[in-house]
């Protein structure tokens, strides 16, 4: 029986248990994408709080690419210094834990950018905002921007890196059918449209060597017609593993998705598609399991199940029937980030606190990721 203290690989990494904090924007950045003291905070509480592996907040690779305000970067040298204080706070106070950089290009969904790129040129529906659909010269920049990006976060002393390829940003939309409509070699077949993310592998492979694990976060579902579908992520995910990635965080779902009605999902959208609220009553738990065991049966690399997970009777559940290799929290470890300290101890109830309510998402506006309701009660 696997239990959620075994130690279990990614690449050349041993991960000292089955528990991940999966990547959240944390809001706490300069205007230029510097680390502050308040990140350092952050990743120190969640370091001493038992987690096995800690995934970053997203940092964008090109200004092209930032989605919001106090968002980290990663698009030039200047900015390794202060990545390594991130770095360095979760070894010093993390007892092993391991720490992932996670690097996005946002794509279309660039909020305020008054030229967004993309794949083609496919309305985004929730702004209405045409993107511009990307020259080949580029793509080829981009594919560059997250190479060298790759190489920063190994001289800033990160473990590995994971692109973000989910939630309709821009390696999910060359992904994706619904935004891309590319009839060049970056468009039509899987292989034409995981191309870009092979091209940056291979460069970043060349920049930082083999033994420096690349992983990748991608959509089980885009929920939107015309988008990807499970048959579709299965084929990627056996693409992306035969690359070289070595792991594959499952997810799901565009921010176009908040414009279908409830009926039409089975579930209820919020603002921000990929963190479904109300677990446990009007959603239901790890809703993004389903997807990540289609995915699992396909491949030979660590899967990474991620939204919703509210109990360690659901972990359980998860690592016995072999549905994941690991299971990550964004949300709860924002309430509780000794969550994983206090299950591993057998101390306190098996649920977790979070009430997946997103007020934390408010809080991003103003101070900073923090749980809000923690604070009123």
């Given at each position: 029986m696997i239990m959620f203290s075994t130690p279990k690989k990614i690449g050349q990494l041993n991960i000292k248990n089955r528990f991940i904090r999966s990547a959240t924007y944390e809001g706490m950045a300069t205007e230029e994408g510097q680390v502050t003291d308040k990140h350092v905070t952050l990743y120190k509480n969640l370091a001493e709080g038992g987690v096995g592996l800690i995934i970053t907040g997203y940092a964008y690779v090109q200004r092209s690419g930032i989605a919001f305000d106090k968002q980290l970067g990663a698009y030039n040298d200047d900015l390794i210094h202060g990545l390594s204080k991130i770095a360095d706070i979760i070894h010093k106070y993390g007892d092993d834990c391991k720490v992932v950089l996670?690097?996005?290009?946002?794509g279309r969904q660039s909020r305020h950018l008054e030229i967004r790129l993309a794949p083609s040129a496919v309305l985004e529906k929730l702004t209405k905002f045409l993107p511009k659909e990307m020259s080949k010269k580029e793509i080829s920049e981009t594919i560059e921007a997250f190479a060298q990006a790759i190489r920063r976060a190994k001289e800033a002393g990160f473990d590995a890196v994971q692109l973000h390829g989910a939630h309709g940003y821009l390696i999910s939309e060359f992904f994706s059918p619904y935004t891309n409509k590319r009839i060049d070699e970056y468009g039509g077949s899987i292989d034409n449209r995981t191309?870009?993310?092979?091209?940056?592998?291979?460069?970043?492979?060349?920049?930082?060597g083999e033994d420096f694990p690349i992983l990748i976060k991608m959509n089980g579902g885009d929920f939107l017609e015309g988008g990807l579908t499970i048959e579709d992520s299965t084929k990627i995910?056996?693409?992306?593993?035969?690359?070289?990635?070595?792991?594959?965080?499952?997810?799901?779902?565009?921010?176009e998705v908040v414009l279908r009605k409830k009926k039409d999902l089975g579930w209820k959208p919020t603002f921000i598609p990929e963190s479904r609220m109300l677990i446990g009553t009007v959603n239901e738990p790890a809703y993004n399991l389903p997807f990540a065991k289609e995915i699992k049966k396909a491949i030979n690399i660590p899967v990474i199940v991620v939204g919703g997970i509210n109990s360690l009777d659901i972990v359980e559940q998860i690592l016995e029937e072999g549905s994941a290799d690991f299971v990550?929290?964004?949300?709860?470890?924002?309430?509780?980030?000794?969550?994983?300290?206090?299950?591993?101890?057998g101390v306190g109830d098996r649920k977790v606190e979070c009430l997946f309510c997103n007020s934390c998402l408010s809080s991003l506006i103003s101070t900073g990721l923090r749980c809000v309701k923690k604070e009123q009660s």
């Open positions: 996670q690097l996005v290009h946002c191309r870009i993310v092979e091209e940056i592998y291979k460069k970043g492979v060349e920049l930082v995910a056996k693409r992306l593993a035969t690359i070289g990635f070595k792991a594959i965080e499952v997810s799901g779902g565009m921010w990550a929290f964004s949300r709860p470890l924002i309430r509780e980030p000794d969550l994983p300290e206090r299950w591993l101890k």
